[in-house]
Each structure stands twice: as C-alpha cells, then as structure tokens.
C-alpha cells in the first residue's frame, strides 16, 4: 500500500510559477515511476506528466510540454511538479498517482495508487 498527499495548490497569477508537491509513505517509493493527472470540472481526469523511478525519464502531455517539469527526490520520498507559464486553462485539481508496473503511462488506469488531489486556480 502506498499514501499519497499532494500539496501546494492554490491561487496563482496568469503567467507566473507554481510547485506541487506529492510525498509518498508505505511502500518502497523509489521503485516506482509516478504520474500527475489533472481534472477541470465536468471534464475527464487528463495525463499531465510522468516519471520514471529513477527520475531519468520523463514524459508529459503535449499541452503542458514546455511549461511543466516533473521530477523527484527519492531521499525525500516526495515528486514536484514545477508548473510554469500558468494559463487559466491549467487551473484544474491536480492528482499524483503510482504505477506499480514502472512505465511512463499517460492512461489512469495503469496506476494503482492516488493522492486525494490539489486544487491549482490561475488568475487572467
């Protein structure tokens, strides 16, 4: 079993940064890559970024490609994900999620374990 808590949301300024945070507890944390998910209300919960267990590799979604970085301590337990050039369209609860099966996947149903999410509000 692994928990999950993401942090760091809130309300910030079209065009500025942001960081959240997901530290993880159970389970051996850095043998597992993770995700970031997004959901906007009345919308599906979408793929934002992914990283490997070793953080060497990452994958992200072609809207956030550019802007978002993903990356993690392992020491730390924890995954960040460093959302730059916000725009109203990212406001949205943000979600990191374990897959087990170590992939870079952008399907949700490939991870088996989630946080309980964080509200990210931009400001135009």
């Known amino acids: 079993q692994v928990q999950l808590v993401e942090s760091g949301g809130g309300l910030v300024q079209g065009g500025r940064s942001h960081r959240l945070s997901c530290a993880a507890s159970?389970?051996?944390?850095?043998?597992?890559?993770m995700g970031w998910f997004r959901q906007a209300p009345g919308t599906e919960r979408e793929f934002v970024a992914a990283?490997?267990?070793?953080?060497?590799?990452?994958y992200y979604a072609d809207s956030v490609k550019g802007r978002f970085t993903v990356y993690r301590d392992n020491a730390k337990n924890t995954v960040y994900l460093q959302m730059n050039s916000l725009e109203p369209e990212d406001a949205a609860v943000y979600y990191c999620?374990?897959?087990?099966?170590?992939?870079?996947?952008?399907?949700?149903?490939?991870?088996?374990?989630w946080g309980q999410g964080a509200q990210v509000t931009v400001s135009s």
């Open positions: 999620a374990v897959d087990e099966d170590n992939g870079l996947h952008s399907r949700k149903n490939e991870y088996e374990y």
């Open positions: 159970g389970r051996t944390f850095s043998r597992y890559s």
């Open positions: 990283i490997s267990w070793s953080g060497g590799y990452t």
